[in-house]
């Protein structure tokens, strides 16, 4: 993982390739950020995994056909009331309204293509810009702790 | 984990295959696709298979992840199987119904519930 710009305790912008080190690593500095901000663990599971979907989106599907090696942009930024992530790959880019709606019966039984639904489930903002190639998204922190007792 | 190290703890109990994930996270793409063929190569041995799916140990799992568990899903219906999920973490529950999958499969908070479904 190249850093691109000297990444702060909370924000970064790091450019990652298709390796799991790579991505934990990007993940951790994530999610240590959002620690030191006092996010419940149910925040950190939901940026978490709006974070493996949208690079899964981009190596398996915005880098189809380049070199194994081309690397991923990933952007964040914690803050007291929200996170902004955003991930960006060199691919084509697509329209996320082509992706059919997973939860149809007639779709329930087919296994791909559930990725964008979680990203929308679990953040506050999923926004394709440019080309369709780079997803932004912002997780707001609930009015109340969501793993309050 | 060295290469090639199984992904999954299994035990067979008369005829019930139970089978755990040694991984807390499922998520890494090539561990995922290893799990799918592993599961697949204990059920295409298997007339009529029963396979019990222990989440007990899972923390993370990704939208690939719950594709390999649909795929698995179809060839067990295909050998007219059965297949239980069991101690799914309330936050993973909740990626499954999100995803309207906790009504695809058959899902159990305990591995006695599960296997006392099993017909």
Request: aromatic residues 6%; hydrophobic residues 40%.
């Amino acid at each position: 993982m190249q850093p691109s710009s000297k990444p702060s305790p909370d924000s970064a912008v790091l450019l990652i390739p298709n390796d799991r080190e790579d991505i934990e690593r990007a993940e951790e500095m994530l999610l240590e950020g959002m620690g030191r901000h006092g996010y419940p663990d149910a925040a950190r599971f939901a940026v978490r995994l709006a974070l493996e979907e949208s690079l899964v989106n981009a190596f398996r599907h915005g880098h189809k056909g380049l070199p194994a090696d081309t690397p991923v942009k990933v952007e964040f930024a914690v803050m007291e009331d929200r996170v902004d992530l955003a991930v960006e790959d060199q691919g084509a880019g697509f329209k996320p309204e082509d992706v059919p709606d997973p939860t149809l019966d007639e779709n329930i039984e087919r296994p791909t293509g559930r990725g964008l639904l979680l990203m929308r489930a679990y953040m506050a903002r999923v926004e394709y810009v440019g080309r369709g190639n780079r997803v932004e998204m912002t997780y707001k922190r609930p009015a109340k702790p969501a793993d309050a007792v | 984990m060295p290469a090639g190290a199984s992904r999954l703890r299994v035990r067979q109990e008369k005829d019930i295959t139970q089978v755990e994930f040694v991984d807390r996270n499922i998520l890494d793409e090539a561990n995922i696709q290893q799990i799918g063929e592993e599961i697949t190569g204990l059920i295409d041995t298997a007339s009529n298979p029963r396979l019990l799916i222990n989440f007990a140990n899972v923390d993370h799992l990704s939208s690939a992840a719950l594709g390999t568990l649909i795929t698995i899903n179809n060839k067990m219906k295909a050998r007219k199987g059965q297949l239980r999920l069991a101690n799914i973490d309330p936050q993973i529950y909740e990626v499954f119904k999100i995803t309207k999958l906790d009504k695809l499969f058959s899902i159990h908070q305990s591995t006695e519930a599960a296997l006392a479904s099993f017909t």
